[in-house]
C-alpha cells in the first residue's frame, strides 16, 4: 500500500480497532434487546432498538474508515456474547442507557489519547462522537424516564410503544457518497 502522509501511530490504531469491536458489540446488545422485545410483544421498543442497531453499524463504519484512510489496518476481534433476558422494559433501557454511559467514557479516552499523541486528525475524527455520545446518552435516558413516569406496564407501556415504532434510521450522506 501506498505510504499516506500523516499515517496513523500502532497505538491509535490498536485503540481505534478495540473501538470497532466496541461498537459491533453495541449494535450486538442492541439487537439481542430488539429480539428480547419481540418476545415480550413489543413491536415499538424492537423497531427501536433495530433502528439503534443500525447506528452502531454505522459507526462502526465510521471507524473502518478512519483508520483505512489513515493508511492503517482494520482487524476484527471476537464480540462478546450479550446478555439475552431482561426483566422487564424499563431494566432493559436502564441496560442501554448505562451502555452508553460507558461507550461515553470509551470515546473521551480516546480523545485524550489522540491529543496526546498530536494525532489533530483523529481528535477531529473523534468529535463527531463526541456530540453523538450527547444524543445517544440523552435518547436512551428519554426512555428510561418515560417508563419510570407513565409505567412499566398496562396502556402506558402501550403508548410508548406506539411511539417507538415511528423511529427510522436514516443513512447519513457521508455513507450514501464515495
Ligand atoms: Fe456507538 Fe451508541 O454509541
Avoid: C
Avoid at 53 to 66: A, G, R, V
Avoid at 130 to 156: C, F, H, P, W
Amino acid at each position: 500500500m501506498e505510504k499516506v502522509i500523516n499515517m496513523i501511530k500502532e497505538n491509535i490504531e490498536k485503540a481505534l480497532n478495540n473501538q470497532i469491536n466496541a461498537e459491533i458489540y453495541s449494535a450486538y446488545l442492541y439487537l439481542s434487546m430488539a429480539a428480547y422485545f419481540h418476545s415480550i410483544n413489543l413491536p415499538g421498543f424492537a423497531n427501536w432498538m433495530r433502528v439503534q442497531t443500525q447506528e452502531e453499524l454505522m459507526h462502526t463504519m465510521k471507524f473502518y474508515d478512519h483508520i483505512n484512510e489513515r493508511g492503517g489496518r482494520v482487524y476484527l476481534s471476537t464480540i462478546e456474547g450479550p446478555p439475552t433476558e431482561w426483566k422487564s422494559p424499563l431494566e432493559a433501557f436502564e441496560a442501554a442507557y448505562k451502555h452508553e454511559q460507558k461507550v461515553t467514557k470509551m470515546i473521551n479516552d480516546l480523545v485524550d489519547l489522540a491529543l496526546k499523541e498530536g494525532d489533530h486528525a483523529t481528535n477531529i475524527f473523534l468529535q463527531w462522537f463526541v456530540t453523538e455520545q450527547i444524543e445517544e446518552e440523552a435518547s436512551t435516558n428519554d426512555v428510561v424516564q418515560r417508563l419510570k413516569l407513565m409505567g412499566d406496564m398496562g396502556n402506558g407501556l402501550f403508548m410508548i410503544d406506539r411511539e417507538l415504532a415511528q423511529r427510522q434510521f436514516n443513512l447519513p450522506t457521508v455513507l450514501t457518497q464515495e
